[in-house]
């Protein structure tokens, strides 16, 4: 018999019922004047946008319904900042070829948007922050799209008319690309060139300006004089708020202060706290126990609740891929127990969410280096996985005294050794250093070879082609990418000492005391 074990701790909702209310609740709520002025807003925007038109709805076509999606919207640090009433089509009803094809939409890699705070803090440079307001409808809709009158908005004189779209709507499963060529087009229109490497990183030689695009948040990383114009500019096209240095950038906390730069998700994580009712727990200062064994569920097993604990992971997972690389291994080894998770998987990951709680202050910091380098540490725990051996790869990156990217993963293949799983650690590190080299050479900035950080000398001596062959004749050639490079000068290897390799909190779990070390090396706290 498996046994099932509620959560009662945890909270299925994702925000109290108040912040995120339907149609109904909201007008009959005590917030009903704040709201109703959100909805008439947003049918205000969409009018002057001259989103769509009354029309009969042509023999043979079917409108598609639409709803509000009413939120309330936090800054970085959880304060109010409006209230939010999205009018949004259900593209859940679109079918393929006949009112949609392509939708794919990039976004800009959130190791870049930590690089452009890196070189701000170095070279001294503010970082704006521009919205686009009501972004989707900005771009022409592509394809004849019916959609049905938004309630509590209908036209009393032809109830029976739908609307049809002559721009994009939010909720078309094609929305976001068609905003993004809009917004794309209007850029390079200004001299602007888009990074090869990054789609939504754009650079002007002529604007002396850097830019990360989100959907519709726009840093801007260059002089005032010429971020000013830029966003005379672009408003003409467009709806831009320019809402100032930037503060808050997807839920990160953005603190500019003597000279450094500051990023950390409290407002985030006192959300999840309340989420998941811990915001009186007990302080924990390791983020996994390093005795504790994960194993897959067997027949004897208390099962957790499958769903909560994926929303719990989930959440956690935003914070390890943002600001938080303490908690990577942690959240990545609980990761693979989402299937079929048990009381001690749901347990192990409140204890990260625990020393989130107690560690939320901690911040990335940017400032202080004199010179503008990349340094490398890559590390393996040959073996960690309980269940099938495979070795567990960590990797990270420093830039101006901070981390800018990190991995802790799980390797594809069994190592037959300890050389072998470095080496490959050391391969996938090489890879991220060769990712790093060409997007900085897109945005015109040119660095010294960076230098990768290992602890293991016999792998050092492998990647510079020095006699291993008997302990190394057996690793697939394609890890030998890093002896590559090596040779032809694109990066240095060099050996650390293994109570100064930093990648070893990626990798496995480690006792109170060196963990703090190494949050400390990565000036965390």
């Not at 799209?145 to 779209?165: C, M, W």
């Not at 811990?278 to 208390?302: G, N, V």
């Amino acid at each position: 018999m498996i046994i099932v074990q509620k959560a009662p701790k945890i909270v299925n909702s994702t925000v109290k019922l108040d912040e995120k209310p339907t149609y109904e609740d909201a007008i009959q709520g005590p917030n009903r004047n704040q709201w109703i002025k959100a909805m008439q807003d947003e049918i205000k925007s969409i009018e002057q946008n001259q989103t769509w038109r009354l029309v009969k709805l042509p023999p043979g076509r079917k409108a598609i319904g639409v709803k509000r999606v009413l939120t309330v919207k936090h800054d970085a640090k959880g304060a109010i900042i409006k209230y939010k009433a999205r009018l949004v089509a259900k593209g859940c009803s679109q079918q393929f070829g006949f009112d949609f094809d392509e939708t794919y939409a990039p976004v800009v890699r959130i190791e870049h948007v930590r690089i452009l705070f890196a070189l701000a803090a170095f070279f001294n440079l503010p970082v704006i922050h521009l919205d686009a307001k009501n972004a989707f409808l900005h771009g022409n809709s592509d394809f004849a799209i019916y959609v049905k009158q938004p309630p509590g908005f209908e036209n009393p004189a032809h109830p029976d008319s739908v609307l049809l779209l002559l721009k994009a709507l939010y909720g078309l499963k094609q929305a976001s690309r068609i905003w993004y060529l809009a917004l794309y087009d209007a850029i390079i229109n200004l001299g602007f060139e888009s990074s090869v490497f990054d789609p939504c990183i754009f650079i002007s030689q002529q604007w002396h300006l850097l830019l990360a695009i989100y959907v519709d948040d726009i840093l801007v990383m260059g002089p005032q004089v010429k971020y000013d114009e830029f966003a005379n500019q672009l408003s003409g096209q467009f709806r831009i708020t320019n809402q100032g240095h930037v503060s808050s950038f997807l839920g990160i906390n953005v603190e500019r202060k003597d000279g450094t730069i500051r990023l950390n998700q409290i407002g985030y994580i006192n959300r999840m706290a309340q989420r998941f009712q811990l915001e009186l727990s007990i302080s924990t200062f390791t983020p996994l126990d390093h005795s504790l064994p994960l194993q897959k569920a067997d027949f004897h097993s208390k099962r957790a609740d499958g769903t909560l604990y994926k929303e719990l992971t989930g959440s956690l997972n935003h914070l390890a891929i943002c600001t938080c690389p303490d908690i990577s291994l942690a959240t990545s080894k609980l990761s693979q127990f989402n299937q079929d998770p048990t009381v001690t998987h749901h347990n192990a990951a409140r204890r990260i969410l625990k020393y989130g709680i107690s560690t939320k202050h901690f911040s990335i910091k940017y400032g202080g280096s004199k010179t503008l380098r990349i340094d490398g540490y890559a590390d393996a725990d040959w073996g960690s996985n309980l269940v099938n051996r495979k070795s567990t790869t960590g990797y990270i990156f420093m830039m101006n005294g901070g981390p800018i990217s990190w991995t802790s993963r799980k390797q594809t293949t069994v190592a037959l050794s300890t050389i072998e799983a470095e080496y490959m650690a050391l391969s996938d590190a090489a890879r991220e250093t060769i990712a790093h080299l060409t997007f900085f050479h897109t945005i015109s900035i040119e660095l010294p070879p960076p230098v990768l950080y290992t602890d293991n000398q016999a792998v050092e001596s492998i990647a510079k082609r020095e006699p291993e062959y008997q302990r190394s004749k057996h690793i697939d050639v394609r890890y030998h990418f890093v002896r590559d490079h090596f040779e032809k000068g694109t990066l240095n290897i060099e050996h650390v000492l293994s109570n100064e390799q930093i990648a070893d909190i990626l990798t496995k779990p480690l006792p109170r005391i060196k963990h703090q070390a190494i949050v400390q090396a990565l000036r965390l706290n």
